[in-house]
């Protein structure tokens, strides 16, 4: 039997793009398996009807993007009640709710548990949201109406990829390296130190979930992008991680934290490194491939459309046993997914 994996993948401008081995190739991307099948199209669903209740959630005019931080607000009514004042059904209000924002097609990506509040109208509430990529996203409600008990609801909405960037945006996550020595040289072990710092506050972040069983996956990558490692450093409590590192070569390394900061999601944070030392060893010409070999498998790459910066796309992989060229269908769960 053949493995034919689907994966969801966005490309970020400064994200690998070739490695020299399956593994790279695979481990350079922000990816979770999805499904053996092309995706299907998207159904949005923004009006629930529950009981003598109807909630519907107010889409901006242009949609839902990725990689903004929005207020997207939502209203509750009571159906067997009209509204005196306004033309419509009676709002709900004094409800407490809570929201967590999940991605149906990718398991192993942490839940969001979004910040819900309430609007000036009886009614309305609004929910603090950010979408690292595109897709499709569901949103669980769990309303707590006065004198009524809890009702739980969910929406499923289509987010579409980032804009165009025509202005700095700041992003909620920043990574940096911490301490990191000017003379840090090729060969000798070196202390790598990051931290995960809040662009709002400062602060450093402390609290994270798991995403394919480990809170940090750091993908390290040279500057041409043909040698890389992918290690799980160690959180001391002020939120400093760390891993001890050799590198290679006297080159600059970028060094990329795959993160889920506590209910906020998992992104992918930027930073980079410069090493003295002697020059590569390694061809550093970027040579393109969509197969490459790794511990006894071949891969095979392709996708169901063209490949663009910043958007999502679907990646198919076909393994193969390398001697034999057999189908390899016996792989095994790998970080969870």
Request: charged content about 20%; overall charge positive.
């Amino acid at each position: 039997m053949l493995t034919t994996l689907a994966i969801s993948a966005v490309l970020l401008g400064q994200m690998p793009t070739h490695s020299s081995s399956l593994s790279g190739a695979l481990s350079t991307l922000k990816t979770t398996v999805v499904s053996v099948n092309p995706a299907k199209p998207l159904t949005q669903k923004t009006k629930v009807s529950f009981g003598k209740y109807q909630a519907e959630l107010r889409l901006p005019e242009g949609g839902l993007f990725a990689g903004e931080e929005l207020d997207v607000e939502f209203r509750v009514t009571d159906i067997t009640q009209r509204d005196p004042v306004e033309d419509g059904f009676k709002g709900v209000g004094a409800i407490e709710a809570t929201a967590v924002v999940t991605m149906p097609s990718m398991m192993g990506m942490p839940e969001v548990r979004a910040k819900v509040h309430r609007e000036g109208v009886p009614g309305d509430y609004g929910m603090e949201l950010y979408f690292p990529h595109g897709g499709e996203y569901q949103i669980d409600l769990s309303l707590n109406i006065p004198n009524d008990g809890t009702k739980k609801i969910s929406f499923r909405v289509d987010v579409k990829d980032e804009k165009p960037a025509t202005a700095t945006k700041v992003a909620p996550y920043k990574l940096k390296a911490i301490d990191w020595p000017k003379n840090a040289k090729a060969g000798m072990t070196t202390n790598l130190r990051l931290r995960v710092i809040d662009s709002k506050t400062g602060s450093v972040q402390t609290a994270f979930d798991e995403a394919h069983t480990m809170r940090f996956h750091l993908l390290i990558a040279s500057k041409d992008l043909n040698w890389f490692v992918h290690e799980h450093p160690v959180m001391d409590p002020k939120g400093t991680w760390s891993l001890p590192i050799k590198f290679p070569a006297g080159t600059s390394y970028w060094v990329y934290g795959d993160v889920a900061p506590a209910g906020k999601g998992s992104r992918v944070l930027i930073t980079s490194v410069n090493v003295q030392g002697p020059k590569p060893s390694w061809n550093t010409k970027l040579t393109l491939s969509k197969t490459g070999t790794e511990g006894g498998l071949k891969g095979l790459l392709s996708t169901l459309q063209p490949i663009e910066i910043g958007r999502s796309t679907t990646i198919q992989v076909k393994l193969f046993n390398a001697k034999t060229g057999a189908p390899a269908g016996d792989t095994v769960k790998w970080l969870g997914a």
